[in-house]
């Protein structure tokens, strides 16, 4: 049994992830902000009122875990919103940092007597990160918070090698969850129950020859 932690964890692809570790057998701490009717249910430990943007929180979450080894943790908290040239949201990019880009540092930073030889970190990013793939423009603050984080990763990975502590960058692909239906979901998009599944199989298999990778969910990898 391995002990998961998992941010952002009352709903859409983080919701599913403790589920699916927990019904393995898993040991999961689900953090979050606050917590909703379906995480409640879930048979997993609940740590809310954490916001990974504030450094208060970060302070509250390595007090509260005091003592906890983690197999995993796995920084799944994230906000979208979307942006054009001709109308752009500098609060909302702001924001977009601080949730998607330092929140995950923040977290880590926090937890960081909690992780051990073999232990693994997991950024849950998203391909808009990537500047070698960007071929529409657009969703400034999105990808250039994305693009932060994995970057973020990328300097963890190094940082956390002698240690011997794998770090995984993450895309679960085009997901149907709360975040995104105001954009509209179609038959294109996977379900957060798939998403999960295929996020744990890279998560199980990421070591330290693979650190700091950047990886789809499906397995392969994506260009920076």
Do not use: C, W, Y
């Given at each position: 049994m391995q002990t998961i932690v998992i941010t952002g964890a009352n709903r859409g692809i983080?919701?599913?992830?403790?589920?699916?570790?927990?019904?393995r057998g898993d040991r999961v701490i689900a953090v979050c902000r606050e917590v909703g009717p379906a995480l409640e249910a879930a048979n997993v430990e609940v740590e809310a009122g954490i916001d990974v943007s504030d450094d208060a929180s970060g302070e509250r979450l390595r007090s509260r875990l005091a003592g906890v080894a983690i197999d995993v943790l796995v920084n799944n908290a994230g906000v979208l919103a979307m942006d054009s040239l001709a109308a752009l949201d500098f609060d909302a990019m702001r924001r977009q940092f601080e949730v998607n880009a330092l929140g995950p540092l923040r977290v880590t930073a926090a937890l960081m007597g909690n992780l051990r030889e073999g232990s693994k970190v997991v950024l849950v990013t998203s391909r808009m990160g990537s500047i070698a793939d960007n071929g529409s423009g657009g969703a400034y603050g999105y990808r250039m918070s994305k693009?932060?984080?994995?970057?973020?990763?990328?300097?963890?990975?190094?940082?956390?090698?002698?240690?011997?502590?794998?770090?995984?960058?993450?895309?679960?692909?085009?997901?149907?969850?709360?975040?995104?239906a105001r954009f509209g979901h179609d038959a294109s998009m996977r379900s957060p129950k798939d998403a999960a599944a295929k996020l744990i199989a890279r998560i199980d298999e990421l070591s330290s020859s693979t650190t700091g990778s950047f990886r789809h969910a499906d397995g392969q990898t994506l260009p920076w």
């Open positions: 983080g919701l599913e992830l403790a589920k699916q570790f927990a019904a693009a932060a984080l994995n970057m973020a990763g990328m300097s963890l990975a190094r940082d956390l090698k002698d240690r011997r502590i794998a770090v995984g960058i993450l895309h679960p692909g085009m997901v149907a969850t709360d975040m995104t």
